[in-house]
């Protein structure tokens, strides 16, 4: 790389970190706007979602009859334009994908119903066709997918980086599940890394994965020390380091999928479901009679929604199956915005409270202020107040509630989602000193499953006497429960953990980081930090060894 590209890099990278307050962007994180197109791509099993609210313009699909018949797998390679590298690390991580065809397999099956909305804006930015392959390594083609570090939907964003780029979040609706939304920020995010690292494209995926700050920084330092800028001689974090290899080796089993003995399924390249504007709020299970979809079908295509009603203040737009467009928007055009949401009437009397009309309603406060434009939840004796109620008495998106519980991205089949049970599950009442987390431990459960079972934030402190209710259905759990609620000693005792005699050393494994290892051995990454002071450095290594005290388990 020349001097003078070289300086170019530099500057542009000063002037953004500049702009951007050198912020950094989480691992997980991606950064995005808003989007505006209004047909959206999909196949068998619909994962689509609204952007957030704004005026749209109408997305017109290319009609042309040529590239309508296209198969979309093999009409993506043909927009593949980074040149193919001979690369150790990108050979590592072709063996690993072809020891693992499943995965594969499962990648094609999950993107077809975006596919199509994917390269269109891939095309449209003027990226790399390979970047149409980015969601498999962010999310493995899950639109509802949600990690540990809070990241969610198909291109992975945090809450912070999510609102910096216009994706709602709020009890109605969450925009970073939003499959148009957030694809048309992902590519004008990485169209301007493109220009920020002079088209480098490499440094432009690296830095949508560890940020333009650190990628920068490591090109800045390579600089001073007469060395090479490209990606592959920068000093990253290690989770980098194998990122963008694992999107290059992914398009280069695609492109050349016959050498590599890789079936490639056919896929007409045409969009299969429309964004229809409904101009008001709507309730969705009002809307799956109205299109003749299930409620779970239409949740599935709309993850991003949080309730069975859209949001008051928007977006009012649903996403509906091509061949059930006709229908909807005739069925809907014969109902007044009035009757689109079921209301019950209620005249505020004195002793009346925000939270007790909720909880007689079994709805939320802020609902019932959001849909009457309450100020400061002020409420004059006699004020009669719309509250919202969905027709099949779901308070929450089902789709949305059953995959957020899992422990790791996966995708939730109808086999394996939790079935309403009748059970009578145990409870368990909050005793000094009790945490989320160390009565998940006693009760041999998830905290994050506690705190969904009560409608309770994970972080949130718990009140002396409060009854939570657990609903593992496990004889453990319930033996657990019963225990736990006779004798406070007892369940002390048989909650801690015996501390082992002596530290333990522990060797980093590929996918390592502090977290996973201090989740690993029940300790603190902040005690991790302080064990092996002197032998972390920016990033853990594979193969190197960390100090763990057992003796000090997490709190």
Not at 126 to 136: H, M
Not at 237 to 259: C, D, G, H
């Amino acid at each position: 790389m020349t001097k003078l590209k070289q300086r170019s890099i530099i500057s542009g990278t000063l002037i953004l970190l500049l702009a951007n307050g050198c912020s950094l962007k989480s691992p997980d994180s991606s950064v995005h706007r808003r989007t505006e197109p209004e047909i959206l791509s999909t196949s068998q099993k619909p994962n689509l979602n609204n952007p957030p609210e704004v005026d749209q313009e109408t997305f017109i699909p290319n009609t042309d009859t040529d590239i309508q018949t296209k198969d979309s797998w093999q009409y993506l390679i043909s927009l593949f334009s980074i040149p193919e590298e001979d690369n150790p690390r990108i050979d590592e991580a072709v063996a690993w994908y072809l020891a693992h065809p499943k995965y594969i397999e499962t990648i094609q099956a999950r993107a077809e119903p975006f596919l199509y909305a994917i390269i269109k804006e891939v095309e449209e930015k003027g990226l790399p066709g390979e970047f149409a392959l980015l969601p498999a390594i962010e999310s493995g083609f899950q639109p509802d997918a949600y990690s540990h570090a809070h990241a969610a939907g198909l291109w992975q964003f945090i809450p912070s980086t999510g609102k910096n780029y216009g994706l709602k979040q709020n009890w109605w609706y969450d925009g970073r599940r939003d499959i148009y939304a957030s694809t048309e920020a992902a590519t004008s995010y990485l169209q301007n890394l493109g220009e920020l690292f002079d088209k480098d494209w490499l440094l432009a995926l690296a830095s949508y994965n560890a940020g333009e700050g650190n990628v920068g920084r490591a090109v800045k330092r390579n600089i001073s020390k007469e060395k090479a800028t490209d990606f592959w001689a920068l000093d990253l974090p290690t989770e980098t380091e194998r990122y963008v290899p694992k999107l290059l080796a992914l398009a280069k089993i695609f492109a050349n999928a016959e050498y590599y003995g890789v079936d490639l399924k056919t896929l007409e390249h045409k969009p299969t479901f429309s964004a229809v504007n409904i101009g008001s709020q709507l309730d969705l299970s009002l809307a799956a009679k109205l299109s003749d979809t299930s409620l779970n079908e239409l949740f599935q295509l709309n993850p991003g929604y949080n309730r069975t009603y859209t949001p008051p203040e928007g977006p009012h737009r649903i996403l509906i199956p091509i061949d059930k467009v006709e229908i909807f928007e005739h069925n809907l055009a014969s109902i007044p915005n009035q009757e689109r949401v079921q209301w019950q009437h209620h005249k505020v009397m004195s002793g009346d409270s925000l939270n007790s009309i909720a909880r007689r309603y079994k709805t939320q406060t802020q609902v019932i202020s959001d849909v009457n434009h309450l100020s400061k939840n002020a409420m004059p004796v006699g004020t009669s107040l719309l509250i919202p109620l969905a027709h099949d008495k779901i308070s929450n998106n089902p789709f949305i509630q059953a995959n957020q519980l899992a422990p790791t991205i996966q995708a939730k089949t109808k086999e394996n989602r939790p079935k309403p049970s009748k059970i009578k599950y145990p409870s368990y009442k909050v005793k000094a000193g009790d945490s989320l987390t160390s009565i998940a431990r006693k009760l041999k459960v998830r905290s994050k499953e506690i705190a969904l079972w009560n409608n309770l934030k994970v972080n949130a402190p718990l009140k002396l006497g409060k009854t939570l209710l657990i609903k593992k259905n496990t004889q453990v759990a319930q033996k657990n429960a019963k225990a736990t609620q006779k004798n406070s000693k007892v369940k002390q005792k048989s909650a801690k953990r015996k501390p082992a005699n002596k530290p333990v050393r522990y060797t980093v494994r590929s996918g390592d980081s502090l977290s996973t290892i201090s989740e690993k051995f029940n300790v603190r990454v902040a005690d991790l930090r302080k064990w092996n002071k002197k032998s972390l450095g920016k990033s853990l290594k594979p193969g190197q060894t960390l100090t763990v005290d057992t003796t000090h388990p997490s709190t």
